[in-house]
């Protein structure tokens, strides 16, 4: 197959392309493949600048089957495969970025987000941890969800430290973590037996999200008294007694997290 379309598609394309609607463009994708020529790297991304790069499955599914027909995709179309796919086929998201690799495609920071959940979800965190490492050499800064990921994956290993250490970089980075970052952070806290921190964790939490949570301080509280901390667990049920009906919380129960996070394997 041809490296790339000839100039008669690519003016198709670009005279007429903006005024079709996303199937047309689709459909007009398919017809060069069927005349045997392959869409440039223009003309894929023009495509996904018509979805505002946020690709419905099944548009994800005509690059996936292009890459299968030996079209060279585009960097912006690898990353719309790999972040459809991180979680849900999480080997295959590890596969393209292979391929880009080989072949010399940048990779932007969110193909690289998409490689990393796609490492957490498969287990492999200290696979993350050193692709992370590698971040300034390719020019890309973290993020928060580049945090959240790893943050992620350390607690689920049981990596506790580090979860912490990465939560502190994150913090000092200026990016606000989210709930479910302070909450594996407070999960590594507890574990870890640093009661008082796990508690101004809490408290910034709440600062953050102006909501009382009574599942995590509960959470807190139970591991003040099982190690025997009763002047932290005496704060912490003044502040929930306090807190009256607004300590209900609207994030999902704590210690249920907390327990399926203990069954993890390393």
């Not at 998201?93 to 990779?107: A, F, H």
């Not at 690289?112 to 498969?122: K, P, T």
């Not at 050499?137 to 959240?148: A, E, F, R, S, V």
């Not at 959470?219 to 190690?227: F, P």
Request: hydrophobic fraction near 40%; charged fraction near 25%.
């Amino acid at each position: 197959m041809p490296a790339s379309s000839s100039s008669l598609w690519r003016r198709i394309w670009t005279t007429s392309a903006c005024r079709r609607t996303d199937r047309d463009g689709i459909q007009l994708m398919r017809t060069i493949v069927a005349h045997g020529l392959s869409p440039t790297n223009l003309i894929q991304n023009q495509l996904i600048r018509s979805w505002k790069s946020k690709l419905p499955d099944h548009v994800v599914e005509v690059f996936v089957d292009l890459r299968e027909k030996g079209v060279h995709l585009s960097a912006t179309a690898y990353r719309c495969i790999m972040a459809a796919h991180e979680r849900t086929e999480p080997v295959f998201t590890l596969r393209l970025y292979d391929e880009m690799t080989q072949r010399g495609i940048k990779i932007d920071r969110v193909a690289f987000n998409a490689v990393l959940c796609a490492c957490s979800h498969l287990g492999m965190t200290s696979q993350a941890l050193e692709l992370f490492e590698q971040m300034p050499k390719l020019g890309l800064d973290p993020n928060g969800k580049t945090y959240g990921i790893l943050i992620r994956a350390c607690t689920s290993a049981k990596k506790l430290k580090e979860a912490l250490e990465l939560f502190g970089s994150m913090r000092a980075a200026g990016i606000e973590p989210n709930r479910f970052a302070f909450r594996d952070a407070v999960h590594c806290c507890v574990k870890l037996k640093k009661l008082d921190e796990a508690y101004e964790l809490y408290k910034d939490l709440v600062r953050a999200s102006a909501v009382p949570c009574s599942s995590t301080c509960t959470y807190i509280l139970e591991a003040c008294q099982k190690s025997g901390c009763p002047a932290l667990a005496k704060r912490i049920q003044a502040d929930m007694d306090a807190a009256g009906p607004r300590g209900a919380s609207r994030f999902e129960d704590f210690r249920g997290h907390a327990e399926t996070m203990d069954s993890d394997t390393e």
